[in-house]
């Protein structure tokens, strides 16, 4: 059984390969760029060549493949990017695939990400492909972003306000895409994936405080310092712009209630937000 992995070497679809890889399954990799490729994944995964606005390459890379894994970043056009891949998967007679969407997922949606992941849902159940979504919450990995100003200021800067987040590792994602893969009786259901409790940035200023061995300071940014500091980091217009509606939800709750999904599905608690700031805890030092 191949399983063709979209977004091979992304935050998700790393771990996703590393884990059916880890099961003994035949992976095959797409990916726009080899040297990437080559660094980041395992060479026991199979490289193969492809980009989701070219459906010729879909079509090639999905040859003798019966599962994939589907997860792509946001971008204007990841409606697109993605009913080609679920076009291409139903006429390959792909026997299942898993999608990775977004806890708030829903057509009509104020932010773009989850309008789009929205409305991808719908394409995928009217396409006839048996599948599974899977809606996490935000990544812990999402903290990364600021670790540089962490370590060069000791303070976290954010618009969160007080908002409670159920952040949850890309590993325990992936852990539960490997299940819902390999094992039966998932098709045709929606799993909300939440690590174990939610946190404030006040608590992960702490928990940093704690890993990093000095003080930590939270402080809160307006929304529009934050589109700056954004934009001048080199992030574009449209994502800055969504991020900042993404934190208006946080603030009002939008991803504060937990799941108990990847204990169910995979036997074991999910990752603490701590946990990932003591396995990344070197890139917030200074």
């Given at each position: 059984?191949?399983?063709?992995?979209?977004g091979?070497?992304?935050?998700?679809?790393s771990?996703?390969?590393?884990?059916l890889?880890?099961?003994?399954?035949?992976?095959?990799a797409?990916v726009?760029?080899?040297?990437?490729?080559a660094a980041?994944?395992d060479?026991?995964?199979?490289?193969?060549?492809?980009?989701?606005?070219?459906?010729?390459?879909?079509?090639a890379?999905?040859?003798?493949v019966?599962r994939?894994?589907?997860?792509?970043?946001?971008?204007?056009q990841q409606v697109?990017h993605?009913?080609?891949?679920?076009?291409?998967?139903?006429?390959?007679?792909v026997?299942?695939?898993?999608?990775?969407?977004?806890?708030g997922?829903?057509?009509?949606?104020?932010?773009?990400?989850?309008d789009a992941?929205?409305?991808?849902?719908?394409?995928?159940?009217?396409s006839?492909?048996?599948?599974?979504?899977l809606?996490?919450?935000s990544?812990?990995?999402?903290?990364?972003?600021?670790?540089?100003?962490?370590?060069?200021?000791?303070t976290?800067f954010?618009?969160?306000?007080?908002?409670?987040?159920?952040?949850?590792?890309p590993?325990d994602?992936?852990?539960?895409?490997?299940v819902?893969?390999?094992?039966?009786?998932h098709?045709?259901?929606?799993?909300t994936l939440?690590?174990?409790?939610?946190?404030?940035?006040?608590?992960?200023?702490?928990e940093?405080?704690?890993?990093?061995g000095r003080?930590?300071?939270?402080?809160?940014?307006?929304?529009?310092?934050?589109?700056?500091?954004?934009?001048?980091?080199?992030?574009?217009d449209?994502?800055?712009?969504?991020?900042?509606?993404?934190?208006?939800e946080l603030?009002?709750?939008?991803?504060?209630?937990?799941t108990d999904?990847v204990r169910?599905?995979?036997?074991?608690e999910?990752r603490?937000t701590?946990?990932?700031?003591?396995d990344h805890?070197?890139?917030f030092?200074?």
């Amino acid at each position: 059984m191949t399983t063709l992995v979209i977004g091979a070497t992304g935050t998700v679809g790393s771990h996703v390969v590393d884990e059916l890889l880890g099961r003994g399954l035949a992976v095959r990799a797409f990916v726009r760029d080899r040297a990437r490729a080559a660094a980041v994944l395992d060479r026991r995964a199979e490289p193969v060549d492809g980009d989701v606005t070219d459906p010729a390459s879909i079509r090639a890379a999905l040859d003798g493949v019966e599962r994939v894994l589907l997860c792509t970043p946001n971008h204007p056009q990841q409606v697109e990017h993605e009913t080609n891949v679920i076009d291409a998967a139903a006429r390959a007679g792909v026997r299942r695939l898993v999608k990775i969407g977004a806890c708030g997922a829903q057509i009509g949606s104020p932010l773009a990400f989850w309008d789009a992941h929205g409305r991808i849902e719908a394409h995928l159940r009217r396409s006839g492909v048996p599948a599974v979504v899977l809606r996490p919450s935000s990544y812990t990995s999402n903290l990364l972003a600021a670790a540089d100003a962490v370590a060069r200021t000791g303070t976290l800067f954010a618009p969160a306000g007080g908002a409670k987040v159920t952040l949850i590792d890309p590993r325990d994602v992936a852990a539960v895409a490997a299940v819902v893969l390999t094992e039966g009786g998932h098709e045709g259901r929606t799993y909300t994936l939440t690590g174990p409790e939610a946190v404030t940035h006040h608590q992960v200023a702490q928990e940093l405080s704690a890993v990093t061995g000095r003080e930590v300071e939270y402080v809160d940014v307006p929304d529009e310092a934050a589109r700056a500091e954004m934009v001048r980091a080199g992030v574009p217009d449209w994502t800055a712009d969504q991020l900042v509606i993404l934190w208006g939800e946080l603030r009002r709750g939008a991803m504060a209630t937990t799941t108990d999904v990847v204990r169910v599905l995979t036997g074991r608690e999910p990752r603490t937000t701590l946990r990932f700031l003591r396995d990344h805890a070197a890139a917030f030092r200074p």
